[in-house]
């Protein structure tokens, strides 16, 4: 069975395509060399000889408008297939794009690991469109964990820990994690995954993207390790444009959406962080092993109490955790009034890792922080959460 489908002249396309579903995809590729598409889905099935593929990929060189006549076409005539776009189509097109019944848009100049990662999610997509109205309505019901990674002080590895968990959550739950950063002014999380976004939030939070999540999707950017990043605009100043009630209706779009929603967030509690706050289901605390960045912990914790917007399923992690500081965890936790969950040791690779992009769990390092890492993520997937005599904190060692 052919079940991708390329429809373009493009033959170095072609090879990239071919080379991405080989190396991890099951399926085969069929490629009709032309600018011209079928007129509809009968045409295009004697082409193939009455074969009805998963995905239908409209590839380079292709002119735009023939791109859009046939995927209305197939939108009314065959709405379960997944048709993706390949093109530097502009912002402003993109809605356009979607309600002709594109599924998804990919960049001409991807390399093969981001072509695979998007067929993959249409093919997940195809699959929910073809499952029973019982199942994808008790799929709609369920929303995705929101996790947000919060400190009241900057520079104890925040970001780090963030990129971390949503690699981490990608190896569990593959192309249904999504890392927001919220850090709006000076975020990191681009820098953290070594990518280069075309868009950000504030292309998320624009109206037409609100209204339609599959427009909101279109603004994502495809990381290899398997997950989704919307990173933080690189002008500080067009964070003045985005509202608290813009990142609320963000993050709940994303939890409809994914089954994983981390969000990195700027130190301290601005309205912003607030906002982020009241969507998440569970809140990774974090805090370096010094007095400043304790105190501020403690702090911060007792003003949310009062606030009374704490989310049920709280995380603390002590990050960079040394023994030869002069403090251990029984006193972090009597300066900070709650238990440690995770102690994530200090550790050169971890800082190597950060310098490179790469978080340390998207390699295969031997190293004690790794192991740290990997218990702060397992407390995520259901298989830990659901077991009912496990413990939600336990007391750490360093």
């Known amino acids: 069975m052919s079940r991708f489908v390329l429809l373009s002249p493009n033959a170095d396309f072609d090879q990239k395509l071919r080379a991405a579903v ?71 097109f993109l809605l356009h794009a979607m309600r002709a019944g594109v599924r998804d848009i990919l960049s001409p100049q991807a390399d093969a690991a981001e072509i695979r990662v998007l067929l993959e999610r249409a093919c997940q997509s195809f699959a929910t469109r073809h499952r029973s109205p019982d199942a994808q309505q008790a799929e709609a019901n369920t929303k995705g964990l929101v996790i947000g990674v919060f400190s009241p002080k900057g520079g104890v590895g925040k970001t780090t820990l963030a990129t971390n968990i949503a690699i981490g959550l990608g190896q569990i739950a593959p192309m249904s994690v999504v890392i927001v950063d919220l850090d709006l002014q000076f975020g990191d999380v681009a820098s953290g995954l070594y990518l280069n976004p075309e868009h950000t939030v504030t292309d998320a939070v624009t109206p037409a993207a609100a209204q339609d999540s599959l427009v909101l999707k279109a603004f994502l950017t495809v990381h290899p390790a398997g997950i989704y990043a919307l990173c933080a605009p690189p002008n500080p100043v067009d964070a003045d444009h985005i509202t608290p009630d813009q990142v609320s209706r963000l993050l709940e779009q994303l939890a409809q959406e994914f089954q994983y929603v981390v969000v990195d ?69 009597s300066t900070i009034g709650a238990p440690v969950d995770v102690s994530v040791p200090r550790s050169r690779a971890v800082a190597r890792s950060t310098n490179r992009g790469i978080p340390l769990l998207q390699e295969s390092k031997k190293d004690p922080a790794v192991k740290s890492l990997r218990q702060l993520v397992e407390r995520f997937n259901p298989a830990w959460r659901t077991q009912a005599q496990r413990k939600l904190h336990r007391r750490v060692v360093i």
């Open 22 to 92: 080989a190396n991890g995809l099951r399926g085969s590729v069929q490629t009709i060399a032309s600018d011209i598409l079928p007129a509809g889905p009968a045409e295009l099935f004697g082409l193939l000889n009455q074969e009805q593929p998963e995905v239908l990929i409209i590839g380079p060189d292709v002119p735009y408008e023939e791109a859009l006549r046939f995927a209305k076409v197939f939108d009314v005539q065959l709405p379960g297939l997944s048709l993706v776009l390949v093109s530097d189509v502009q912002p402003e």
């Open 265 to 333: 967030t700027a130190p301290g509690m601005p309205e912003i962080g607030l906002a982020a706050m009241e969507q998440c289901t569970d809140v990774v605390w974090v805090s370096a092993m010094d007095i400043p960045s304790l105190r501020g912990l403690r702090s911060g914790l007792e003003v949310l109490r009062q606030l009374e917007i704490m989310p049920e399923s709280r995380h603390v992690v002590l990050n960079m955790a040394d023994n030869k500081t002069g403090l251990n965890v029984q006193d972090v936790e």
